[in-house]
Structures are given as C-alpha cells and as structure tokens.
C-alpha cells in the first residue's frame, strides 16, 4: 500500500482533488476523509454522494470544490445513483464507446447510510456493482442542525434526542451499520477514523481494488455537532479507537482483521476520557444519577470489543 | 412492402419497442399492470437480442435514481412503471427533469391507494403533471407504441424525461393488431444519442447536482421552464417526420368531428376510441357532436385547445382522476383556465369517471351527450362537476 512518499508523489501529479475554498466548518472531518480518499485512488474516480454536510459545503454553484466528476441527486440514494452509472460504464464499454478504466465511489454521511440509504446501499451491494461506499459517519444529521440518527450512540445529545431533565440524550444504542455490510458478503467491509491517513488510505486501495461493492464506514469527527475544539478532529479520532469506542479492522472476503490493538503499554481507554471531551455528553456528567448510564455505555463498548476480537481469531 | 400486422398487447408492444430502441442501460422495478414490460424486457436481455445493463434495483425510488445516474453518465436509459411505483419515485422525477436528462418511460396507468386497487385511472400521471416530464398520452396500442419510438427523439432533442402512458389493462393487457416498424428503421429514426455532458468525462471533470441558493435557482428554473416551451416546438417536428416516414400523423391534440360541432368532449387516453363510437352514432342521427383528444398533456398545448374549442357551445371535460381540491379533475381546471383567453367562450363542465377502472361505456359516454345537449339549450348547467358512474 502506498507510503507518504507515494502519495505525496501522487498528490503532487494529481494536484489537490477536493480544492480548497469549501464551506466546510474549520476542523470538519469530511473533507479530510475525501482528500486522502481520493488521493488513495490511482485511477481516475466518479463521485457520487448524498445531500449532507459535505455536498452542500463542497459545490455551492457556480462554484465546487471537486475536480473529479461530481453527481449529487438525493439524500437517500448515492448508492442507486452510482450503480446506474457503473452501469452506464459497462453497457458503454461493452459496446466500445467508452475505454478508460474507472472507479467509481458513492458516499454519504450516516443519516444518508445508515437510515434514509440504507435500502438502496443494500440494493446495490446486492446487485454487486464494483463500487466503493463510504459512510462518513458523524453521528447525526448535521447538515440539519444535529439530529439523532441512527448512528448516534446512546447518551448523546441530538436536537431530536436531546438531554432534559427527565431523558438524558438518546436512548436507544447505534446500530452496526459495518457488521450489516458484512452481511452482505460483499469482497471488501472496513471501519476506519479521519485522523489515521495510513489506515484510511489503505484501505481505500483495497476497497477499490476489490471487485466487487465494497464499504468503509469511517467515524469522520464534527467539531460542530459534538462539541469539541476545531484543532482535535484528528485526536477525537484516535480517541474513539484507543477507548474501542469505534475500532478499526476490516473484512476482506468475509475474513475479519483488526487493525489497531491496545496493547501494555498502550492500554485500552476508558470510555469517560471519550465522553468527555464533548459537549454532546457534558450533560452525563453534570447529572448526579448518570453513573448507572456511563456504566451501562462502557458495558457495551467492551462487548463490542470482546465479540470484535472472537470475530478477528 | 406490404404491410405486417402483429396481434399483441399494450405491454407487449411497450417491451418490443424498448427492445428496438436498445437502450445502454434499463433500470427497473415491477408493479401491476406494468410488470410484464420489464419482464419481456429482461427476457430479451437474457436472451442477448439488446446491449442493455438491465438493473433490477430494490425499489423505484432506487429505480430511478439509477436512471439518472445512468443518463448522467450519458447512456440512453429507460424504465418502467404505474401508479405507487410512479409515486415513489416523485422526489426523483423532478430531479431526473431538473438535470435535463432524457429518461423514457413507459407508464401503465393505474389509480393510487388507498384504497389499493390495480386498475385504470388516471391519479398517477396526473399526480406527477408538474414534475417537468413530458406526457404523452395513448389510444390504443398501435399509438403507444408509435409515441414511445417518437419519444426518444423528443426527449433527447428537448433534454427532458419523457413517460408515455397506457390505460392500465384497457390497452397493457388488451390485444390489438397493430403494425410495428421494421428494427432497422426504429434504429435511423432514433439515431445515435449524442449525451449533452456524461459525468464519466474524467478529462473535464463536473459537477452535477449542485446546490443554488436564492442566486441561481430561479434562472436554472427559468431556464427549464423554456426548454418545456421548447418542447412544444420539437414534438410536431418529430411527429411529422414520423408520419412522413411511416405514414401515421399525430399531433399534441386530435380532433374528431369537431369542426362543426355544438357539443364537444375533451378526453384522453382509451376513452377517446369509445367515445368516437358514441359520436359517429350520434352524428348518424344528426346531433353535432364532436370530440377533442388531448394526446400530449405536458407541455400543455393550451394555444391549440383554444383554437380548436373556440367555436364549441359546451363542452365537457372527462377526468379519469379527481384533484380532490374541491373543483374537480385536474384536466378540467386547466382546459377551463386556457379557454378564459376568449371572449366568447364554451360553457365548460367536468365529468370525472372511471376511478380505479369503473368502466366507461357507451351508454355511459352517450349520456354526456344528452346533459350537455341540454345545457345547450337551456342555457343552464345543474353542475359544474358531475361523477359518471359512480353509485351516490
Ligand atoms: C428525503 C429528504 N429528507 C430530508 C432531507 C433533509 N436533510 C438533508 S441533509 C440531512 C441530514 C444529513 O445528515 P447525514 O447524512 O448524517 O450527513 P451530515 O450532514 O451529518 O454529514 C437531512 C435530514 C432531505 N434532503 N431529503
Ligand atoms: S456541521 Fe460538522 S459535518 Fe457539517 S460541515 Fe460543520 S463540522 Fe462538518
Ligand atoms: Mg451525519
């Protein structure tokens, strides 16, 4: 997989893909993602993505960020839009109208993965269209002003879950969205963060190497919805893999690999450094009867982790 | 060359069409009664006689997402569909309009729940009239068939998506003879689609779907709005090279027997053939009836409605859906709206029938006749919106 030095090659002769000038807020996770995510990609790329934080930041017309070619049609539908025109490709190369080799990527953020899309990204995972599906994944609908999605875990605050005084947050626990994709059985399933270039843009490479759908659900951090300083997006990143809130492995032909490991000298996290460092859960500690609910969040955390780590035998 | 008749069904000949228009890419979902079109269509996939990617998405929603992406990436692309299915695509329907992609679809009319019921009404198509797609409406076989070779070339020369409507089960499942033009000469009259942009253009990479605020929106709508005029000028193109090339005309409107009549209908779609018995019956015995049958309903061609009506006494709008607005069907509003450019003009009234495929006869068609004979004479219409053949 390509080192720095590779991809700074490639940076260099590609030029920035995802240009400077968006709206994005300072410290937003997506574009990071889609930077390195284009720039992981060696042949050329056709994007397709939901309405969400990252279209609407990216391609305020006349203007647009993208120097790949961009479709943006619905909220809930990248990955039917995508399968359409991989479709488009091969009926066009078939007939030999049309020679280059393509990739195509269809993304959306998780309200637009794991609720609104999820029929038709399991559609199209079905049909077994060669496409990567990249769930930036920020926990909430943000581009709506931060409401509960289904991605959004237990105890956050959401506009539409909000902490109160009798509910704290949102009270159902996240769905996982990665495992369903595993279902699927598709070639290529991932979890990775923004903020650890070298994961992502490994498994980018692989992904659309695979032939066949593949699906990188990446936790993309939002300084705006979760309440933390611009400059940590990184950080919130690998906090979120240190405390195994959100772990990064990947599932290559149904064969599962865990990708970072705490380890001695690098132990396991506890789930209150996670919490606390954002304002979505400040209320969890101002509450004096909270205690019972951070307990039952890091229950959870550790079974994931444990059924994570039988999976990855 | 003799003329060849084949016996075949509405769907049928929507399935034999696609087959001869060959597109690169059919995205696609079954509903009754339009199924069968895309399960010939997959037949003949399988069967190897079309170059089509056929996608059998999970929904039609999904459908026609793939449609647009397919068409953005410059393929000529097709599907199908009726009624929920119709309904659920409605948020891209707009989108696949507003992109200016020429998407063709068969459409099979059928009403919409609740109650479910599979059956012919017009509430479908008529509930997507102002998505910005084309409509074109259907008699019978033969002219679902010819409109769906003509809207190829329409929708690619206006860059707009296209449906061609067929009564559910009255022309999908009924067989008629009908005369299907020779492959090759489906294949020069449709030519080679040259795409206005294709997003697989890695050389001059785009962006399609952006967002406008309230800088841009109103021009790009503006802009979409005049290719709908536009579309006005290229459908009688297409349709009089059609007819110079295989001899059956066709126009936005039909008129039967009106030039001279008193009393006149406006319908679309299979009614029309019922309704020139009712007339010709009617004419035998001297009564000046007459009718006008709306074959292109969006773009509207109210100019030539109104030159065609001008000279009518009452006339009568027959609805096969209802607006449930309090005014009755939705043709009736619009046909009445465009007659108030005259000074003189038709007493109009509205009859909505046939919901979820209540049958419309002759008797049923003849008694239109009488109320707006009457209204003639008298001078005084008791409704302004009647339903035909419903148990009140
Ligand atoms: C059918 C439909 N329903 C609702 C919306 C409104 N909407 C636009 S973006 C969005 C939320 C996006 O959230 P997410 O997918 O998580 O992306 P983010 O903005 O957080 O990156 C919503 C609810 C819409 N555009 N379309
Ligand atoms: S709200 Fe969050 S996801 Fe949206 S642009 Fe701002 S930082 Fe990015
Ligand atoms: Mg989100």
Known sequence: MATLKELAARAEEKGELLSGGHRACLGCGHPIVIRQALLAAKEPVIVGCVTGCLEVTTTIFPYTAWRVPFIHSAFENSAATVSGIEAAYRALKKQGKYDKELRFMAMGGDGGTYDIGFQSLSGAAERGHRMLYLCLDNEAYMNTGIQRSSATPKGAHTTTAPAGKVIPGKQQHRKDLTACMVAHRIPYVAQTIAGNWKDLTTKVEKALAADGPSFINVLSPCPTGWGYKPELTLEMGQLAVDTCFWPIYEVEDGKWKLNHQPTEKKPKKPLVEWLKSQRRFAHLFKATDSEELIAELQERVDQDWEELLAKCE | ?392
């Open chain 2, 1 to 392: 060359m003799g003329k060849k008749f084949v016996a075949k069904t509405g769907n049928e000949t929507m399935a034999e069409a696609m087959r001869q228009i060959n597109p690169d890419v059919v995205a696609a979902y079954p509903i009754t009664p339009a199924t069968e079109i895309v399960q010939i269509f997959a037949q003949f996939v399988a069967d190897g006689v079309v170059n089509t990617e056929f996608v059998a998405t999970e929904s039609e929603h999904s459908a026609m997402s793939a449609c647009i992406g397919a068409a953005a990436a410059g393929a000529r692309v097709m599907t199908s569909t009726s009624s929920q299915g119709l309904a659920l695509m409605w948020e891209m329907l707009y989108i696949a309009a507003g992109l200016r992609l020429p998407i063709v679809m068969p459409e099979v009319n059928r009403t919409l729940s609740s109650p479910i019921n599979i059956h012919c009404d017009h509430s479908d198509t008529m509930g997507a009239r102002d998505v910005g797609w084309i409509q074109i409406f259907s008699e019978n076989v033969q002219e679902a068939y010819d409109n769906l070779i003509q809207a190829v070339v329409i929708a690619e020369e206006a860059k707009l998506p296209i449906m061609v409507t067929t009564d559910g089960f009255i022309i999908s499942h009924g067989m008629e003879s009908m005369e299907m033009i020779p492959d090759k000469e489906v294949t020069d009259f449709i030519g080679e689609y040259k795409p206005a942009y294709s997003v697989l253009d890695v050389d001059n990479p785009f962006t399609v779907g952006a967002i406008d605020f309230t800088d841009y929106y109103f021009e790009h709508k503006r802009a979409q709005i005049e290719a709908m005029s536009e579309a006005k000028k290229i459908i009688p193109q297409v349709q009089q090279r059609f007819g110079e090339r295989f001899g059956r005309k066709y126009a936005a409107i039909e008129e039967y027997r009106l030039s001279d009549a008193e009393v006149a209908i406006l319908v679309l779609g299979s009614t029309a053939g019922t309704a020139k018995v009712v007339i010709d019956e009617l004419r035998e015995k001297g009564h000046p009836v007459g009718m006008l049958k709306l074959r292109v309903f969006r773009p509207f061609p109210f100019e030539e409605i109104v030159r065609a009506l001008s000279s009518v006494k009452v006339l009568a709008v027959l609805d096969r859906s209802d607006g449930v607005a309090g005014i009755g069907g939705p043709v009736f509003s619009e046909v009445r709206s465009a007659m108030y450019e005259l000074d003189i003009r038709p007493r109009i009234v509205n009859y909505v029938y046939g919901l979820g495929g209540r049958n419309i006869d002759l008797a049923l068609i003849q008694s239109v006749f009488t109320d707006l004979e009457k209204i003639a004479k008298t001078g005084k219409a008791e409704k302004m919106v009647s339903y035909l053949g419903v148990r009140e």
